[in-house]
């Protein structure tokens, strides 16, 4: 990593420390958005919903113009699924397959008396059996709740609880581990489906046998552009995970921002490294791509440099959308590993998820070929709001600029850090102003609401402008930069950690009286999970103690569990009794104790 002002934990970076990477004419001539201007002037979000398929008959639904569609596509661009399994080797699904494999699906849920408007989860690896449940799930009606597969047992109940999911799709080994355990605590989970054959598994199906008994035939669900289809958990500072609601109509935005800001269209072999369990994974890993017509790569390993290089080459990537913490664990490994890989087929790079330091963008440009271009978004926002395109220059450590239909702002701050409403009205920072990036509501893939807490959505608004929660500033050309968070929430390797998920967690060990927790700098994962723990009596404080603690973590949440635990006397607390996470992290990062202001500065 270089020297300098850049952070990997969202602090500021300066523009002027790295020079800005121009594009050349035939690269800007060649691009999706060559005349970005032209396009922002003319862009109409009706324009685009028009160039839906829509269902034979009326209605939209994501399956049918995922795959469905480009069955009678005269120019036969039609999408594929080009799965790596960990164990070597590859499997081509094409378009028929994905057709009749998730027409095939959609009938198993039917044959189960599963309807229109139900919730169904997924606990699954990146396997074949993911993308057709999940498309065989839209056809039917039903709406699809990814959940990460290193979750563990803990955030996965919660998530299928607060679901009330009645179907849950997942290996026999994850259910036997995570769900079996819980399952007489979830009563609307009438259906689990395994997607091996594991006969002494009672109360399952199986969806090998089931698949085969199906027909490849089904009457999609007539479904239309404000009915749900995506529901996604994503963490707050407080209470429970929140149930961000995404509808069909979100197609439009997911095709268009893909074209915008990843520069993809039919034909491309698209790479996107994200987890399905996440909304990146959901949104350009599943939807998008299949529905420009490209190849979907899917690695079911987990990462490893060497295997990387391997598959970008010997699959010829054309577009890959990764994140900042790969890239980063990339760029550990030396710049020789790549250097024998043939990369000649890679027209563009996006990283997005977490701040993408300045070194990695560069990096990017001298190993790959190409800079990395970070994209912004989150969950709640279902696509890429704010971008580096391929057309512009790329000013590394800046998120880019806001995409055609996409309206955004920085607002000033009121004393609680967040953007400050004065009778119902806000007011725009200045040019390089820090205030909270916002974005003008209407987007057709901006979540719809928070599963079963109004309130709580409400909140997020303010003045018709959706806050996002993140701090930003705005440079005089309307590049972005990003500076941090205006709340509690961790990113760690891209994964978005509610503390207060953690915190209970470690409370149900019967040692602790109290924990907080924080996210605390690490140069390759951005954020690490710490977790400050005070003891109840009778107990000490020790390396045992340390360990159990930590196993008992990881066993309950899996990858979120808290990498670091400290053991303090107390914790500060406001008069109303929160634990101050903010002086944890100040006193952590070695900053003045009773000034949590200037936590600011150090960003
Ligand atoms: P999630 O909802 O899990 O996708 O997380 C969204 C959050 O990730 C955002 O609110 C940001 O805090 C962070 N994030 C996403 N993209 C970027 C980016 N390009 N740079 C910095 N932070 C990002």
Known sequence: ???????????????????????????IARANLADFARVCREFSWAAERSQLAGLPGGGVNIAYEAVDRHLDDPTGSAPSLRWLPASGGCTTLGCTDLVSSSNRFANVLRSLGVRRGERMCTLLGRTPDLYISTLGAWKAGCVVSPLFSAFGPEPVRQRLALAEATTLVTTAAYYRRKVAPIRDSLPALRHVIVTDTEADLPAVVELPSAMTAAEPEFSIVRTGFEDPALLHFTSGTTGTPKGAMHVHGAIVAHRATARFALDLRAGDVFWCTADPGWVTGMSYGVIAPLSLGAT???????????????????ERVSVWYTAPTALRMLMRHGDELPSGTDLSCLRFVASVGEPLNPEAVVWGERVLGRPVHDNWWQTETGAIMIANIAAAQVRPGSMGRPLPGVDSTVLRRGADGRAAVVHGTVTPAEVGEVGELALRAGWPSMCRGYLNEPGRYAKAFADGWYLTGDLARRDGDDYYWFVGRADDVIKSAGHLVGPFEVESALMAHP????????GTPDPVAGELVKAFVVLRPGYNPGESLRSELTAFGR????????????????????????????????RELGLPEGDVSTLEAAR
Request: glycine share 6%; charged share 25%; aromatic share 6%.
């Open 511 to 518: 040692s602790v009286a109290e924990a907080g927790v924080i």
């Open 296 to 314: 979907v790569l899917s690695d079911e390993a987990e990462f490893d440099p060497q295997r990387w290089y391997d598959i970008l080459t010997a």
């Open 1 to 27: 990593m270089g020297t300098g002002s850049s952070h990997h934990d969202g602090r500021t970076v300066e523009p002027a420390q790295w020079a800005p990477i121009d594009k050349s004419a035939a690269d």
């Open 555 to 586: 066993r309950m949440l899996g990858a979120v569990a808290p990498k670091q635990i400290e053991f303090v006397d107390s914790l500060p607390h406001t008069r109303s009794g929160k634990v101050m996470r903010r002086l944890l992290k100040a």
